[in-house]
């Protein structure tokens, strides 16, 4: 109203629908479009000059500017819900592939979580399970090389064929085996660079029933974490390393159970390396003993908040990978204590 009249803002009128498009409803934008039609309307009735061809011909450009406006809003809200409906599917698929275990199994306390690395991406490579079988409780934590629905197949690969094995076979190794084969199954029928370098760290666990004790078969996975009524912490490192699954064609060694004594009011935690791998913002790693060491937690539930938590904060909330934990808790019964990893042979 103040400038002379041969100076123009229709760029500022034309930018107002295209602004509220992206951002708000269809009837938002359309408001916008018509205010700002309205409004050089107004200035140019006040000025004299609406009869000119140069002020139609600006009118004319935010009403075309205005209709553009609404059809982006359409765009941008079918975008929307269709991404809306690919995360309901996604969730699905995770719950499905990637079942929550109950909190109590035979009497031990569990809790699992699953922290993606980017936002809105539930799905990946890293799995765990939990099964209650006639000899005891048995566990898995892996990650799959690869990522996408390359991965996520094997990932439906290995937490079926644990199911089936845990349930079948008398020993972990026998389960690691089974584990084994499936894979070498998965990766004749795959194609590319997975049929020939396709594998999966995994941790296999087993809490037999009335033993203080955990059995663990490490495939080439993070070693599992102990952690102690005392606020003691300790990784529990097997002897010799071993293979990933899916690698038996480089070579075979025996999968060999270690045994470590698993006291009352203890937790255990397997993670993927999405824990130990994750860095801060001068590339220093994650220490889950060093971090955990010395804090007292009620049960599974609070490792893992106080977990995802720390890591959220050591990283700066940009992690690079995806993280999956798995935390048992035997309840407290009596004074617990700390003894060194005992190996087993078969």
């Known amino acids: 109203m103040l400038t002379p009249s041969r100076f123009t803002a229709v760029p500022l009128f034309a930018a107002a629908p295209l602004v509220a498009a992206p951002l708000f409803a269809a009837v938002t934008t359309l408001l916008s479009g018509l205010f700002a039609v309205l409004a050089m309307v107004g200035l140019h009735l006040g000025s004299g000059t609406l009869g000119e061809a140069q002020t139609l011909t600006e009118i004319f450009t935010v009403v075309v500017v205005a209709a553009l406006a609404l059809l982006i809003n359409r765009v941008v809200r079918r975008s929307g819900e269709r991404l809306a409906s690919a995360r309901v599917i996604a969730e699905t698929a995770q719950r499905a592939v990637l079942p929550t275990p109950p909190e109590r199994i035979a009497g031990l306390q569990v809790a699992a979580r699953y922290e993606a690395a980017q936002a809105d991406a539930f799905i990946g490579g890293d799995l765990f399970a939990v099964q209650d079988t006639p000899y005891g409780v048995r566990l898995v934590v892996g990650d799959v090389r690869g990522k996408g629905m390359g991965a996520v197949e094997a990932v439906a690969v290995v937490i079926g064929a ?116 994750a860095r801060d913002a001068e590339g220093v790693f994650y220490d889950p003993v060093a971090r955990l060491a010395g804090r007292l937690f009620p049960g599974p539930d609070a490792v893992l908040d106080a977990l995802v938590t720390d890591v959220w904060r050591h990283t700066g909330g940009g992690a690079t990978d995806d993280l999956a934990l798995l935390a048992v808790t035997r309840p407290t019964a009596g004074q617990p204590e700390r003894r060194r990893t005992i190996p087993v042979v078969p």
Do not use: C, K, N
């Open 162 to 277: 644990f199911r089936e094995a845990a349930e079948q076979e008398s020993s972990l190794e026998g389960v690691a085996q089974r584990l084994e084969r499936a894979l070498a199954r998965e990766g004749t029928r795959r194609d590319g660079l997975d049929a020939f370098e396709g594998f999966t760290t995994a941790v296999l666990a087993e809490i037999p029933r009335g033993e203080a004790v955990v059995r663990v078969v490490d495939r080439g996975h993070p070693e599992p974490l102990m952690l102690y009524a005392d606020g003691g912490a300790e990784l529990l490192e097997q002897a010799e390393p071993t293979l990933p699954l899916g690698m038996a064609d480089l070579g075979t060694w025996p999968d060999r159970a270690y045994e470590v004594p698993y006291p009352a009011g203890a937790t255990l935690l397997l993670y993927t390396d999405g824990l130990s791998e």
